[in-house]
């Protein structure tokens, strides 16, 4: 939760880069079949060469094969900067690979306008990333109405996670900026061509030949934001057990940021104990104990009025 963004721009860099050549396409093709026929070693003999003299597909599939250690040993360095060289060039599934490795490998503000670029295209583990963070407003401002519509599009194309938050965000979001998001939605809808999630072979090929993103589909909850709604508080405190989360965040010093400003506000969070939980690769701010769901609601009220978002987490 702390990307933001909206924009692809699908052929543009790649439109400076044809590859149409027919002698390019067929070996691009030769290393799709060899792929598909479990011959990584050949795929990789056939991509090499074309990804070496800059054609964006084979670059991209250079990548995945570093990425999974397909026919090279494994090695996410080299398959980062295959999948940089093929994004620089407009292949946006390289742009959205990269930006979710960049937000795994905690350079968010270096994967956010790779990330936007994703979410724009369809991407639903780019629509998961930016839509939470644009919920929890973590560096880039908060949008609900976007944050929904983003959600949606990716809860629709098959993502698990991306449902969960959707059901959380239900509780937060007014009915109208909840239609408003919806109807957002749609238009996204039509305007880009969506990306379901690939399973862990690769897909049919693209018409010129090179495969598709071949990512797990429980990869991006790893590289994206925990789901908006709270996990199970780890264990029930003295004197009632109940806690309120104030948000998830990218790092501990974002969420005791977080943390101080509501604090120095006095009131309704005089006494509570903050709580960072850490769950991957964000950080959840809790604050308690509290007696009852009652009173979790009445610090609720006080931190929305404040302008974070905060529900109950019972015992």
Avoid at 286 to 297: K, N, S, V
Wanted: with cysteine; glycine share 10%.
């Amino acid at each position: 939760m702390r990307i933001s963004g909206r924009q692809m721009i699908a052929g543009v860099a790649a439109a400076a880069f044809m590859l149409a050549a027919g002698s390019a396409m067929a070996d691009t093709k030769k290393g799709y079949d060899a792929w598909m026929a479990r011959d990584y070693p050949g795929a990789v003999a056939e991509w090499r060469p074309l990804a070496d003299k800059g054609d964006a597909d084979a670059q991209f599939d250079l990548g995945q094969a570093y990425k999974l250690g397909r026919g090279v040993p494994q090695d996410m360095r080299i398959a980062q900067s295959w999948f940089e060289k093929a994004a620089q060039q407009g292949h946006i599934q390289a742009q959205t690979m990269l930006g979710l490795i960049l937000f795994q490998n905690g350079e968010r503000e270096r994967a956010l306008p790779w990330i936007r670029r994703g979410a724009e295209a369809g991407d639903p583990r780019a629509q998961y990333v930016l839509g939470t963070a644009m919920f929890n407003g973590d560096l880039v401002q908060k949008d609900w109405v976007r944050a929904y519509a983003l959600m949606s599009r990716a809860a629709a194309q098959g993502l698990p996670p991306a449902a969960t938050n959707l059901q959380a965000m239900d509780q937060y979001i007014p009915l109208a900026q909840r239609q408003q998001g919806l109807a957002l939605a749609r238009q996204m809808e039509k305007g880009a061509q969506p990306t379901r999630v690939a399973s862990a072979q690769p897909t049919p090929p693209r018409p010129n030949g090179a495969i598709q993103s071949t990512l797990p589909a429980p990869a991006p909850v790893r590289a994206a934001p925990a789901p908006v709604r709270a996990a199970p508080a780890p264990a029930a405190a003295a004197g009632g057990g109940w806690r309120v989360q104030l948000g998830a965040f990218g790092s501990p010093a974002n969420a005791r940021r977080a943390w101080d400003g509501l604090r120095a506000r006095g009131g309704a969070f005089a006494g509570l104990q903050p709580v960072f939980a850490q769950a991957g690769a964000v950080t959840r701010l809790q604050a308690g104990p509290l007696p009852g769901r009652a009173a979790a609601d009445r610090v609720c009220a006080a931190a929305k009025a404040a302008g974070s978002a905060c529900f109950p987490v019972a015992p």
